[in-house]
């Protein structure tokens, strides 16, 4: 299973960090409606979650072109 963590870059590490400490502050606005941290974080965990379904590894590396929507409530 693949986690959601690169040790190695810590601004991504402190925005993990703030979305895990404030999981209910908006994150993302738009005219669609807004996004909190927990729902953000949920959808980037849901994608490496497919990622390592296919056959990714940490390390490996990846591009991913994605809608500029939000994702679908939970």
């Not at 040790?7 to 669609?32: G, K, N, W, Y």
């Amino acid at each position: 299973r693949l986690r959601l963590v690169m040790a190695t870059h810590s601004a991504f590490e402190r925005l993990l960090r703030a979305l895990r400490a404030r999981p209910a502050h908006p994150v993302i606005a738009s005219d669609e409606g807004a996004l909190d941290g927990a729902a953000l974080l949920h959808a980037a965990e849901a994608w490496a979650a497919r990622l390592g379904s296919a056959g990714l590894c940490r390390g490996d590396r990846v591009a991913v072109l994605a809608e500029a929507t939000l994702p679908p409530s939970r």
